[in-house]
């Protein structure tokens, strides 16, 4: 009865809300129920996240304002609200997602003059199977961005997509232009978590459903692994730090910082790692 009824009282909720609204503006953006996807679903969740990710762009961006920002794989919007102080001024968000309704949706909710959103006609097995399966380039002008961002992309790509899009990055980002990924990070921290791993009764772990144990070759591959329970590759993969390295010597960005995540069974700032790159 509850779950039933939770769209209505979320939507009460978030009316009320945004009366009381004083210091975050930004969060008034937030989608309602049935319009918040990307596997977080609760309200307070989509609020800690894009406080999480707005405190990461602010730390990386030279001028806070005025920046051109690159989303890829905008989903229902969560870094698009999170990027708002900072394309103020004569700056410009791009969402890109192979998603048509969830671009579809974006276009509607988000009505500001420098927010767009593109669809990308790209086949991917998880997220829309019956699109194309050559993979293109985004139809974004090269040495444009500021900033590129990317919230659990590479976590649904394949070695070869991954590859060809993490140039992509290189491609579209001014000089010195930093790019925030998220990965399942195959490290030392991620070897060290296994043997934390446990069915105690009341232990706080992430393993109830699939481990989070990445133990099966994705297509094959060396360095990108996947979950031996995913109905597709594509579902959940994980990169090993070669496969890092080789992202980062085909592509030319540099890392420059790393913030291990939380499904490591360790503090972290948000659940999967995050990596800050540039050009």
Avoid at 201 to 229: C, M, V
């Amino acid at each position: 009865m509850i779950t039933k009824l939770f769209p209505w009282i979320d939507k009460l909720f978030r009316d009320t809300d945004r009366e009381h609204i004083r210091r975050t503006r930004n969060i008034r953006l937030i989608p309602d129920f049935k319009n918040r996807r990307g596997g977080k679903l609760s309200y307070a969740e989509w609020a800690h996240v894009i406080g999480i990710f707005q405190t990461i762009i602010y730390q990386n961006l030279e001028q806070k304002s005025g920046n051109k920002i690159l989303d890829i794989g905008c989903g229902t919007g969560l870094l698009g609200i999170s990027s708002e102080p900072f394309v103020s001024e004569n700056g410009e968000y791009t969402g890109i997602d192979i998603m048509t309704d969830d671009i579809n949706f974006c276009k509607e909710h988000y009505k500001s003059d420098n927010y767009k959103f593109i669809h990308l006609d790209v086949a991917n097995p998880t997220y829309a199977s019956d699109q194309s399966v050559i993979l293109k380039s985004w139809p974004i002008q090269d040495e444009s961005q500021d900033l590129v961002t990317a919230l659990s992309v590479w976590t649904h790509m394949s070695e070869k997509d991954a590859i060809f899009y993490f140039s992509e990055i290189h491609r579209v980002l001014k000089k010195g232009g930093k790019a925030i990924i998220t990965f399942f990070l195959l490290d030392e921290e991620y070897e060290n978590s296994l043997g934390k791993r446990s069915d105690e009764p009341g232990r706080f772990h992430f393993t109830t459903q699939n481990g989070w144990i990445f133990d099966l070759s994705a297509y094959g591959s060396e360095n990108w692994f996947t979950l031996k329970t995913a109905k597709h590759p594509e579902d959940a993969i994980a990169v090993t730090k070669e496969g890092l390295r080789i992202l980062q010597e085909t592509s030319g960005l540099k890392l420059v910082n790393y913030y291990p995540g939380n499904w490591k069974e360790i503090p972290g700032v948000f659940f999967q790692d995050i990596l800050i790159f540039e050009k």
